[in-house]
T-cell receptor, first 109, second 115 residues
């Protein structure tokens, strides 16, 4: 059974810092991996979708990488801003969609 | 355009009552998914629909849970004889198709509290 782990569970950084969120999964036979953002009281927002054949995707200040063979993905956020404060979830798709427990990010002004 | 909508946004019910949660997907999206997120836990996949068909119901937590989708659009998730452990945020998502390349778009969720 696929298991998805996110480290750290929580992270607090000062504004302007670059940071990396980590996601690992146990079964490398995935179709894709997605990074989501969840704001309190709101639904999920899809940030980046990486197909299994891809190594990375970029959107603005966000860059997500995928190393399928080692079962790892990272989400890199450049020049963090207070508005980036949220919970970040990664999810892998094989026959189902499995989510990690998330990393709660706080960016302090 | 309009995103995925869910209703109600909040539902408080007494243990043992039945509840019905509604999801209205993005127009034209053939695939629809239900998830739930319990306090302190990750998202849990429940069921998906391709059109009106749900090929795999094994993700539903118990036989008190059922879901249907009619007309390839709106879906309802019904929980019978609710229990306190059913308290969670129930999220619905839709995508253009079931292909792994299709991004899922999520609704705001329904927060269910069972007293």
């Amino acid at each position: 059974k696929q298991e998805v782990t996110q480290i750290p569970a929580a992270l607090s950084v000062p504004e302007g810092e670059n940071l990396v969120l980590n996601c690992s999964f146990t079964d490398s036979a995935i179709y894709n991996l997605q990074w989501f953002r969840q704001d309190p009281g709101k639904g999920l927002t899809s940030l980046l979708l990486i197909q299994s054949s891809q190594r990375e995707q970029t959107s603005g200040r966000l860059n997500a990488s995928l190393d399928k063979s080692s079962g790892r993905s990272t989400l890199y956020i450049a020049a963090s801003q207070p508005g980036d404060s949220a919970t970040y979830l990664c999810a892998v798709s094989d026959n189902d969609m499995r989510f990690g427990a998330g990393t709660r990010l706080t960016v302090k002004p | 355009g309009a995103g995925v909508s869910q209703s109600p946004s909040n539902k408080v019910t007494e243990k043992g009552k039945d509840v019905e949660l509604r999801c209205d997907p993005i127009s034209g999206h053939t695939a629809l998914y239900w998830y739930r997120q319990s306090l302190g836990q990750g998202l849990e996949f429940l069921i998906y629909f391709q059109g009106n068909s749900a090929p795999d119901k094994s993700g539903l937590p118990s036989d008190r849970f059922s879901a249907e989708r009619t007309g390839g659009s709106v879906s309802t998730l019904t929980i019978q004889r609710t229990q306190q452990e059913d308290s969670a945020v129930y999220l619905c998502a839709s995508s253009l198709s079931l292909g792994p390349q299709d991004t899922q778009y999520f609704g705001p969720g329904t927060r269910l509290t069972v007293l």
